[in-house]
């Protein structure tokens, strides 16, 4: 069983769409989590770090339910520029070790 | 502040032959990571060092993928020999503490011909 499961997509959605992806972790000691955003050729990027009681982030809101070991992340008004693969990362403390999802493509269309 | 330094950008070589990739961390950085990413797929865990001690080397394939971490700072990764499906981007991150962020160079792009 992989330690993070990510929907593969593709997300299609036009601008100004409201758009959400979910990740499952299995590792319930994992105490860390984060969102990062990879472009194209590029190198994955912080998007946002996951908070117990939920974070918002002008247009993104990322929320944790430990409980059912489940990780969002919400786009709102979606822009053409959020055009990305989003990676749900995951990371368990006792060693300091990051696991990444696979990544959930978005493509945002005018 | 400096990100993390990454050589080279690219690097195309045939089967069997040998390579090597140079990663600095971003200063005061203890742990440091290698990832491979193959197309398509999140990056996967080669590598994991705390200072010049290894944390975690169990999906490094050994026979051989080599790692070294002189002196706590920059790290080398070498492939002797590469086969075809070595061919991938490989990244390099660093991490200033536990919980905290990681922190990803611009990546060498290989391509095993």
């Known amino acids: 069983r992989k330690e993070v499961e990510q929907d593969p997509g593709p997300f299609n959605v036009p601008e100004g769409a409201t758009v959400a992806f979910n990740c499952t972790y299995s590792n319930s000691a994992s105490q860390s989590f984060f969102w990062y955003r990879q472009d194209c050729r590029k190198e994955p990027k912080l998007l946002m770090s996951?908070?117990?009681s939920g974070n918002e982030d002008g247009r993104f809101t990322a929320q944790l339910n430990r409980a059912s070991q489940y990780i969002s992340l919400l786009i709102r008004d979606s822009k053409l520029s959020d055009s990305a693969t989003y990676l749900c990362v995951v990371n368990e403390r006792n060693f300091n070790k990051f696991y990444f999802g696979s990544g959930t493509k978005l493509n945002v269309k005018p | 502040e400096a990100g993390v330094a990454q050589s080279p950008r690219y690097k195309i070589i045939e089967k069997r032959q040998s390579v090597a990739f140079w990663c600095n961390p971003i200063?005061?950085?203890?742990?440091l990571y290698w990832y491979q990413q193959i197309l398509g797929q999140g990056p996967k865990l080669l590598i994991q060092?705390?200072?010049?001690?290894?944390?975690?080397d169990s999906q490094l394939p050994k026979d051989r993928f080599s790692a070294e971490r002189l002196k706590g700072v920059d790290s080398t990764l070498k492939i002797q020999p590469a086969k075809l499906e070595d061919s991938a981007v490989y990244l390099c991150a660093s991490s200033p503490g536990v919980g905290q962020e990681a922190f990803f160079g611009q990546g060498t792009r290989l391509t095993v011909v």
């Open positions: 060092f705390q200072n010049n001690g290894v944390v975690d």
């Open positions: 996951v908070y117990s």
């Open positions: 200063s005061g950085h203890a742990t």
